[in-house]
């Protein structure tokens, strides 16, 4: 099967490019309408971590699990999964509180994953008002930096208790590093990366305007230390590309 970008045509992102006020940036459906295109010109090796992430969830996965991608927004890592995994007795499951997001995602699986098992279910992820269970893999693709740091603990504790033993979870985030220095470097090459694929440096400063209030980013060494604080025994961080890292953390009881 051609990879998930492929099949289905992104609008292109021009939300920055408007004369407006910035706000908090929100998964709405003006953001769900150009996520693809977004994901794809503004997230590194975008293509390259969802083979990685394909890869690690057909080892793990077990007969009859549940594999959850939270924070799913319109599907793409779940169609990759499907690829991926072709054992029938899986079920894949999206959760997201955008419901402009969910209804992307249907649209994408009524038409390439009739066959497969699945179900979306509206959920937040601060308030943790979704069931998780029987699963043998969860993947979570830059959305844990969007939870409050206050319930970040307890939202790793959920998936944990969730899992099956010998189950994994794949984190995927912004990072921070200890030196000041480094950091300004890392997200002046990360923007020089969105100047490659067409952003405008008003388009970049704009919408890092309106994620400073909702995207708070963690070191590495604090990200690892929460996924082993939560339980997780066997934890490493798999990828990291500048001031972006992807981490792995199995259960092992």
Aim: proline residues 2%; hydrophobic residues 40%; contains cysteine.
């Amino acid at each position: 099967m051609p990879r998930t970008k492929k099949r289905v045509a992104a609008r292109k992102d021009k939300i920055f490019s408007k004369k407006m006020k910035v706000g908090d940036f929100n998964f709405n459906k003006e953001v769900s309408d150009v996520f693809d295109d977004m994901l794809e010109r503004s997230v590194p090796f975008y293509s390259e971590l969802q083979d990685i992430m394909a890869e690690i969830a057909s080892y793990f996965i077990q007969k009859n699990s549940n594999i959850y991608d939270l924070g799913c927004s319109t599907g793409n890592t779940l169609l990759s999964l499907m690829d991926a995994i072709k054992e029938p007795s899986v079920k894949f499951i999206g959760v997201d509180y955008s419901p402009s997001m969910l209804e992307k995602t249907k649209i994408k699986f009524d038409s390439i994953a009739k066959k497969r098992r699945y179900s979306l279910l509206e959920g937040d992820l601060n308030k943790m008002n979704f069931e998780l269970s029987n699963a043998s893999v969860v993947v979570m693709n830059w959305t844990f930096q969007f939870v409050r740091p206050l319930y970040r603990h307890k939202l790793l504790k959920k998936i944990y208790d969730g899992l099956r033993k010998n189950g994994v979870i794949i984190l995927c985030e912004k990072v921070l590093v200890d030196s000041s220095l480094l950091n300004r470097l890392y997200i002046e090459l990360y923007y020089n990366f969105k100047k490659k694929r067409g952003y405008s440096e008003l388009e970049i400063a704009k919408k890092r305007e309106a994620l400073e209030n909702v995207l708070i980013p963690y070191r590495v060494d604090e990200n690892m230390q929460l996924l082993k604080s939560s339980g997780f025994k066997d934890v490493d961080m798999l990828f990291k590309w500048y001031n972006w890292a992807s981490f792995v953390g199995i259960k092992k009881k």
